[in-house]
């Protein structure tokens, strides 16, 4: 008997635990948690991901600055053929041509049409969306594990009190079984026996003290909080079922890879870039030796037009099966989620009937306990007979704790697969 008590009391709950005073507490503790920090981090990456995506629509400028030295005289600007002609019949006219040149000057380009580049910054914002939505998803998976945690820790503060009273009963049958026994009205294994099941409780309480502590360094770990006892909270909602919102992340993540795709093919596109030079060139002319100083620039318009870009067809294609690995995975999330749902719906209305039962249980256990103690005290009934009262009143005391905790369990399973508001269900 007693082993089956342990196989119910310490059956392997999630033990990830928490609480403190009050549980919209333990919820702001969350925020500070590295998780929570890791998804912004993803949101900011995101956010500067359509940042670069935008600033390549804005202008390029380069300026520059150089010396050049040339075996024989060099062209220090383009010169029309009638200017040379002017030069070449006046020699004191300083040529624009030396051997040393000293260059300064900017570069300027932009794109005009470069379709990819909107697509680009579209991306980025679909995976920002999604790395929101991700955030708000662990949030929600951590205040989720808070309650069942706390939960637990109900559970078992119930349990050792429980365990309590049990051995507090114990303890009144011994100093009877003690008198029997030295009276001869029952044999000595009876105080052996009683000996043994209050062992037996130690034994347990000590289990129970163990997972206990196991639950408070989970909760510490997660919200920095060292709890001594498990905090009160009140269901004041209910969850609300409809789509998977804890499927939105991957299906975001599928829209931006889709985008991806547009945008390599959009590669392929003619695009059309504006560029423009300012040269302001320095040396002393070939011909007479003396100073130059000559300003040249160029302003034009570039169309650009893939004829064939191999690489680039072979991108297309992994990015496509990118998306169908994605789809497959989401299908597969789907199908789980549909599946999980019905059995945590279902489990739901099962437990909330089940603590009923088990509450009504306990009372007829209790008074049965009762009678069997007096039938003992009379000598109508053995110490293993009356034995078996106490363990089935733990049992099933324990049975209606387990309940109850799984009940919230399952409450906050169902929430975070619908992305309801805990705050709003838990009080």
């Not at 680009?120 to 594990?145: C, G, V």
């Amino acid at each position: 008997m007693y082993r089956k008590i342990l196989i119910i009391l310490f059956f392997p709950f999630v033990l990830h635990a928490q609480d403190v005073q009050r549980m919209d507490a333990l919820f702001d503790s969350l925020k500070t948690n590295p998780q929570i920090r890791s998804d912004e981090i993803t949101m900011e990456r995101a956010l500067l991901g359509k940042k670069m995506a935008n600033s390549m629509l804005y202008p390029k400028l380069d300026v520059f600055g150089s010396y050049d030295y040339a075996t024989s005289p060099a062209g220090m600007l383009p010169l029309a053929p009638n200017d040379l002609f002017v030069m070449i019949k006046d020699p004191t006219i300083p040529q624009p041509f030396s051997q040393n040149i000293l260059r300064a000057g900017a570069a300027i380009s932009m794109p005009v049409f470069v379709k990819s580049i909107f697509t680009m910054a579209s991306k980025a914002k679909t995976l920002y969306q999604s790395a929101e939505i991700k955030k708000e998803i662990d949030l929600l998976k951590n205040e989720a594990i808070i309650v069942s945690s706390n939960a637990n820790l109900q559970y078992m503060e119930s349990l050792e009190k429980a365990l309590e009273k049990k051995r507090a009963s114990l303890i009144k049958v011994k100093e009877l079984v003690t008198i029997k026994v030295n009276n001869g009205r029952a044999p000595e294994p009876a105080l052996l026996k009683i000996n043994a099941g209050i062992n037996e409780i130690d034994l347990m309480r000590n289990e129970v003290a163990l997972n206990r502590e196991k639950a408070i360094a989970a909760i510490y770990s997660l919200t920095k909080v060292k709890l001594t006892k498990p905090v009160e909270m009140a269901q004041k909602g209910d969850y609300s079922n409809g789509e998977f919102k804890v499927l939105e992340p991957m299906q975001k993540k599928i829209e931006a890879t889709e985008l991806g795709i547009r945008a390599e093919k959009e590669k392929l596109y003619p695009a059309l870039v504006l560029h423009g030079n300012y040269n302001h060139s320095y040396s002393l002319a070939y011909n007479n030796n003396l100073t130059v100083n000559e300003d040249f620039a160029t302003l034009g318009l570039t169309l650009k037009i893939p004829i064939f870009e191999k690489n680039q067809y072979v991108k297309i294609k992994q990015s496509k099966l990118d998306v169908l690995d994605l789809q497959n995975e989401l299908d597969k999330m789907r199908i789980e989620f549909t599946s999980e749902a019905q059995q945590l719906e279902n489990s739901l209305v099962l437990l909330g009937n089940s603590i009923e039962l088990y509450k009504s249980s306990i009372k007829d256990k209790e008074q049965l306990l009762e009678i069997a103690k007096v039938s003992y005290s009379t000598d109508r009934m053995t110490i293993e007979d009356y034995l078996k009262y106490e363990d089935d009143l733990l049992l099933e005391r324990s049975k209606l704790y387990k309940a109850q905790a799984q009940k919230w369990q399952t409450l906050m399973k169902l929430a975070v697969i619908y992305g309801n508001k805990i705050e709003e269900i838990v009080n």
